[in-house]
């Protein structure tokens, strides 16, 4: 049984007297979905005399049930060809959990002395606590069977962690965070400016408390404020908002700059991934709801083609054509025919297109669109629609990833607003990058589907019902009861992430300062292996002492060197103060570069980017200060280049 919760003034119990039937039965049937609905819409309407939001319309209701009789008359039995990876016990489902956090030197017995080690260092207590759990679980299964794990757990967390008691907030005892940043051995002017930004943050936070926007810190680990929140017993912010599941969520801007996730380099977004998952997993456990891991599917996955084709392996023969494709051309190809026809065409997602037309028209896509052949002339937006929705569902693997939807149907369970889209900020942190970036070309277009809604008729409510079961795909024995009991709820899932997609695609400052000293801990680590290299490391070091002492001479200064290998000046030396930022240098060199005649600068807008030292790169927001950048990464490069294409 599931619990009842309130979204919207849906009660999610009413999914309670469903009946399962059996594969010979019709299970989406015109009266079983019409006596599915009325049960679904009197609970609704029941609820909505106390919900603030206005009561979701019979007709949304019926959209999500059109959509799944489509789905079915579209492709009957489709996955029942998805087979389970065999039986998976706990070891082997901790062991899964562990490799997938970037800790699987833990299982396999290899002495690490680099990336797993530095990742330890790094957590906070209840993520070090969070992993020794784990870790315990696995350890104790395998004595079960009379197995001895590679490491013990105490051979990991022997000694206390001082780095992670350093990332731990303090608690007041009105339940406000209190989060100190690390001075090291700062300029003085770069330590002003570090505090400065602690404080102009707390007092953002107090000045904004009677404002409709809920302003959302991304300073301090999620599960140490919802900690907070449980020590208090009460979280007066999640109360407030308990029945607005839709206010504006806005980031509180850092000092040192909103990060989006394509700012980042792949490795650094790598290890993001590593931290997101043991962080998601410790603020799960802390607002107490259960997460379970997916066994794993598999099916035959074509390797040619466009529809039922993994997502890496269309990029990779996109790659061939045009290289740096990030999102399948067939499904930008779809979007921008729907964008340019579709908009303003009423029930655009919602009405379907001729069956044997969509038919047909696929068949032609999988003969002739690598050909440059495919008459897009021919494709009605409702076919473009129907085709588009069928790419999604016909991955051999969900867009939300298998093992990542368990997660995503959890954050349904959370009832408070704030924490949902903290749980699914970390979500999209976890997602691999081809499916991060696909799903938010699809995000993108469906908030202008939305935005014309008085043409086309579809709200944010019509549009997530639609979408919903075709996002949210569940395989396996059990595959049609959680689809009627997740349908208001992956609904509400795909509204939140509609609406707060460009908050969700910023990258917490708090991942970031982990990447940070994973990186630092990484270098400490390095150690020569043989004499010959000791030597030959002696050298390299000693010429870039020497070369960081004369830097260092400047940066206590507050003077950095900025490259710009395609302007006029290629470089210039700027004075740094603490109101400096990132733009007004970009603004600097297109003064110079308007006086030169290089035209490569002139073409491409160029950015700031911080390179090296305790990051691998980032692309700074154009409202970074950088100083306090300076102040976190003293020994990194500044170079201003155009943006990856």
């Known amino acids: 049984m599931m619990d009842g919760t309130d979204l919207g003034g849906v009660i999610l119990t009413a999914f309670h007297s469903f009946n399962i039937h059996t594969d010979d039965q019709q299970i989406y049937t015109s009266d079983n979905r019409v006596a599915q609905y009325q049960r679904i819409a009197s609970m609704s309407l029941a609820g909505a005399a106390t919900a603030s939001e206005r009561p979701m319309s019979r007709d949304v209701m019926e959209d999500y049930w059109s959509e799944m009789k489509n789905i079915k008359e579209d492709a009957p039995g489709q996955h029942e060809e998805m087979m389970e990876r065999g039986s998976m016990d706990e070891a082997e489902l901790e062991e899964e959990w562990l490799q997938e956090a970037g800790l699987s030197t833990l299982v396999s017995g290899t002495q690490s002395d680099g990336p797993t080690d530095a990742l330890l260092s790094t957590l906070t207590h209840s993520q070090a606590a969070m992993v020794k759990k784990h870790l315990d679980n696995y ?10 794990p590679m490491r013990h757990v105490r051979d990991v967390f022997s000694t206390p962690d001082t ?17 100190k940043l690390p001075q090291w051995n700062l300029p003085k002017a770069a330590a002003a400016a570090a505090a400065q930004s602690q404080c102009s943050v707390s007092e953002r936070e107090v000045s904004s408390g009677s404002s409709e926007v809920m302003l959302l810190s991304v300073d301090v680990a999620y599960s140490e404020t919802a900690r907070a929140h449980r020590r208090a017993r009460e979280c007066q912010d999640c109360r407030r908002l308990q029945k607005d599941d839709l206010l504006r969520f806005q980031v509180i801007k850092p000092r040192q700059g909103l990060t989006r996730v394509s700012d980042l380099s792949s490795e650094d977004i790598k290890k993001i991934g590593y931290i997101s998952l043991i962080e998601l997993t410790t603020f799960y456990d ?3 709801i259960e997460l379970k891991r997916n066994r794993v599917w598999w099916s035959k996955a074509r390797e040619s083609g466009i529809f039922g084709v993994p997502l890496p392996t269309l990029l990779e023969n996109d790659q061939k054509k045009y290289p740096g494709s990030r999102v399948p051309l067939v499904f930008k190809k779809l979007l921008s025919k729907l964008e340019q026809t579709g908009l303003q065409t009423e029930g655009i997602l919602r009405v379907p297109g001729s069956a044997a037309r969509v038919k047909h028209l696929r068949q032609e896509l999988e003969l002739k669109f690598y050909e440059d052949r495919f008459d897009w002339d021919e494709v009605r937006q409702n076919d473009a629609a129907g085709l588009l929705k069928m790419f999604i569902r016909e991955l ?3 867009l939300l990833t298998q093992q990542h939807l368990p997660a995503f149907t959890a954050a349904q369970n959370i009832t408070s607003p704030k924490h949902q889209i903290q749980a699914l900020h970390l979500l999209i942190m976890l997602l691999p990058e081809a499916n991060r970036d696909t799903l938010k070309a699809l995000l993108e277009f469906l908030s202008k589907v939305v935005a014309f809604e008085e043409k086309n008729r579809m709200s944010l409510w019509n549009v997530s019902m639609i979408v919903a079961p075709n996002l949210f795909i569940f395989r396996g024995k059990n595959a049609r009861q959680e689809e009627m009991q ?3 709820g992956s609904a509400h899932l795909v509204r939140l992430l509609i609406k707060h997609q460009d908050l969700l695609w910023t990258v917490p400052c708090f991942l970031i300062s982990h990447v940070r000293k994973m990186n630092e801990a990484a270098t400490d680590k390095r150690t020569p292996t043989s004499e010959k290299t000791k030597r030959k490391l002696l050298r390299r070091w000693n010429i870039e002492k020497d070369k960081d002492r004369n830097e260092v001479t400047d940066l206590l200064d ?20 603490s109101e400096m930022k990132a733009r007004d240098i970009m603004a600097r060199f297109d003064v110079e570069n308007s006086r030169g005649s290089r035209s490569a600068a002139r073409r491409h807008k160029q950015f700031l980017f911080e ?3 305790n990051i691998g790169e980032r692309c700074l927001d154009p409202d970074t200060y950088l100083l306090d950048v300076y102040g976190v990464n003293p020994h990194c490069e500044w170079v201003l280049k155009s943006l990856p294409t």
């Open 139 to 148: 350890t104790q299964t395998l004595r079960k069977r009379n197995r001895q």
């Open 163 to 179: 780095s992670s008691a350093e990332l731990t907030p303090s608690v007041s005892p009105n339940g406000q965070i209190s989060h």
């Open 286 to 288: 802390v607002l107490g």
């Open 396 to 398: 051999p693997y969900p």
């Open 486 to 488: 997740g349908a208001v």
């Open 558 to 577: 507050g003077v950095i060197k900025v490259q710009a290998p395609l302007h006029a000046k290629v470089s210039m030396a700027i004075q740094l103060n």
């Open 611 to 613: 390179v090296g030292g």
